[in-house]
């Protein structure tokens, strides 16, 4: 059956790595398991500039190998491997992952949500060199800037909005005539002189030597091409949680994200979640690392009893 584990994490984000130092630190036996690279999404972030304890700032690889370290030093442990199937069971939840098999007598899910992509190319090839998904992360960054914001739904907008704060140009690119964003955010963003919209429209490639200089785009009526010159695109269609083999056992909303209660307890005792796979989460670091000390704390009081 594998090893048995008071805890395990899976996920090794923020919210994961926070998990595993509050596990650690009360004694608990802890194996933290991520299938990427330890830090999570943070790592693809240039700057960290909100989170608290580096007024100078900090890069999103150095903060995840900090909190990594430190938690490391009370003793989780950690492993690169993919889970592929786990079988809740009271006290013993099995957790089949690449590297084998492990018991769990209680689980912290923290596998986060994935930023849907464009998928042209240069996209990836630019990510924290001009290609974002976080205006709040990130934003800051561009003062002065031109920035385009690809997308029409409320979280497009609502990124537009924010970036208008310190980009001297928004360019909010949509593939059809009318946005999707509800009602109110629609007036916002056109009662904003810093924000442009360009209609019937994707974009076809990013283009940078290092970091992003211009956007090859398409009309989507006429399929005229052009260019247009900026220093970042912000990504804004949506997101995906990584919660797919929790779906049938915990409860889900609409859109994937794992429900919980303030405790980050599920559905079923023993399993907790924690950022951004939960519902309703700020999908910031700050209220990741939050929310996986709660469930830390909360899988410390299950084990006691």
Request: hydrophobic share 40%; glycine share 12%.
């Amino acid at each position: 059956m594998g090893k048995i584990y008071q805890v395990v994490i899976i996920g090794g984000g923020p919210a994961g790595l926070s998990g595993g130092l509050y596990c650690a630190r009360s004694r608990l036996n802890t194996l933290l398991i991520e299938k990427g690279i330890i830090g999570g999404q943070i790592i693809n972030a240039e700057r960290v500039e909100n989170y608290p304890g580096f007024p100078k700032g900090i890069s999103g690889i150095d903060l995840g190998q900090l909190i990594h370290e430190q938690a490391i030093s009370y003793g989780l442990e950690t492993l690169l491997a993919e889970v592929t199937k786990v079988v809740p069971s009271k006290r013993h939840n099995l957790v089949s992952t690449s590297e084998g098999d492990f018991v769990a007598e209680s689980i912290i899910i923290a596998s986060g949500s994935q930023f849907r992509k464009l998928g042209v190319p240069g996209e990836d090839k630019l990510v924290g060199k001009g290609v974002s998904y976080c205006a709040t992360c990130d934003g800051p960054l561009f003062k002065g800037k031109t920035v385009a914001v690809i997308g029409g739904g409320d979280s497009a907008i609502t990124e537009a909005l924010y970036l208008s704060k310190f980009a001297s140009s928004v360019k909010v690119i949509h593939r059809r005539s009318q946005l999707r964003a509800s009602k109110i955010f629609h007036e916002r963003a056109m009662a904003e002189p810093k924000i442009e919209f360009i209609w019937d429209t994707v974009v076809t490639k990013i283009e940078g030597d290092g970091v992003v200089k211009q956007l090859m785009l398409k009309d989507t009526k006429n399929a005229k091409i052009s260019i247009l010159e900026l220093t970042g695109v912000f990504v804004a269609i949506g997101s995906e949680p990584s919660s797919v083999e929790w779906r049938g056992l915990l409860s889900l909303d609409k859109e994937g994200y794992i429900i919980t209660n303030e405790l980050m307890e599920t559905k079923i005792p023993g399993i907790f979640a924690a950022g951004d796979v939960r519902h309703n989460s700020a999908r910031q670091a700050i209220t990741a690392a939050g929310d996986g000390a709660t469930a830390a704390i909360s899988a410390e009081r299950f084990l006691s009893f």
